[in-house]
């Protein structure tokens, strides 16, 4: 699988699924019995779920904040981040 295939993987995964993902790699990679090639390789998908698994974190934390900031101090719902 290409580097770019495991980020396209990724990019579809929800957070909980992107950091039970993470989460088996770093077990893996703890136990220290994977081959030097295997661990890099899961490192690198380590790596990609991370940054999605923050990417989705930034995206939650905006609505919430979006939430927050109502015109009265008062939540009114959500709306688009981005009204594109």
């Given at each position: 699988m290409s580097d770019q295939n495991k980020t396209q993987d990724v990019s579809a995964l929800?957070?909980?699924?992107?950091?039970k993902q993470l989460e088996t790699i770093v077990d893996k990679l703890e136990r220290g019995d994977v081959p030097?090639?295997?661990?890099?390789?899961l490192y690198e998908q380590g790596?990609?779920?991370k940054k999605r698994c923050g990417t989705l974190l930034t995206a939650a934390e905006d609505k919430v904040e979006k939430i927050r900031v109502g015109a009265d101090g008062t939540a009114k719902g959500t709306e688009p981040l981005d009204p594109q």
């Open positions: 929800s957070f909980e699924q992107a950091l030097l090639e295997d661990s890099i390789a790596e990609a779920l």
